[in-house]
């Protein structure tokens, strides 16, 4: 298991070392200063020789012990499946701006598995899952809509995505509009891509 801090300025390196020292399976990678989720996913794929990397963002929570077979059943099992998401669904709100936030991506969330014309914005950022074919090709550019981007990559590379709503997680929406701002700086700077 590689979690990766991004420059982080909290104690999640002092508890990362912690951790590892008594289970040998975890595998930090700690990173002096913040790069980006873009820059540390090429930073994962140039060191591991997997299969399948399975990426989950630090601030999910999984429901299920079935949640990551699931992500990764069409990749080891069918043929030609390089990329799979799964659903990220939203914990329930406690502040007015959440509950404001959540009738927008309620809305978001009907259209785009409702339409069959939104495919590419399955592709949810905070649960994927990458074939080695396809992680060892793939290398995102330093300002990048990460969660697009690979889908995007697949087809024009001829590679395969396929969205698991059945692989379910769930994160916390942003409270304020500040964290909200925050949370979407990136996306002003992937238009281009």
């Known amino acids: 298991i590689q979690v990766i801090s991004d420059g982080s300025s909290d104690n ?3 508890i990362l070392k912690s951790f ?3 289970h040998p399976v975890l595998k930090p990678m700690y990173g ?13 794929f140039s060191e591991c020789t997997t299969d399948v990397i399975v990426v989950l963002d630090g601030d999910v929570s999984i ?3 079935q949640t990551i077979q699931r992500l990764v059943e069409p990749i080891l099992h069918e043929t030609k499946v390089d990329l799979t998401s799964g659903k990220a669904d939203y914990l329930p709100t406690r ?17 785009k598995e409702k ?7 399955t592709c949810e950022g905070q649960i994927r899952a990458f074939s080695s074919r396809l992680y060892r090709q793939i290398t995102f550019p330093e300002y990048s809509a990460e969660d697009v981007y690979p889908y995007l990559f697949c087809k024009k590379n001829n590679l395969s ?3 698991v709503p059945e692989a379910i997680i769930y994160y916390g929406l ?3 509009l500040t964290d909200y701002i925050k949370q979407h700086t990136r996306y002003l700077h992937s238009k281009a891509i």
């Open 32 to 44: 002096t200063k913040r790069l980006g989720k873009p820059a540390r996913l090429n930073w994962l």
């Open 20 to 22: 590892a020292a008594k």
């Open 161 to 163: 995505y396929r969205y």
């Open 95 to 111: 502040t007015y701006f959440e509950k404001i936030m959540s009738v927008g991506i309620d809305m978001w969330c009907e259209v």
């Open 12 to 14: 999640t390196v002092k």
């Open 63 to 65: 429901p299920s012990k």
């Open 115 to 121: 339409t069959g014309q939104a495919e590419m914005y």
């Open 174 to 176: 942003p409270s304020t």
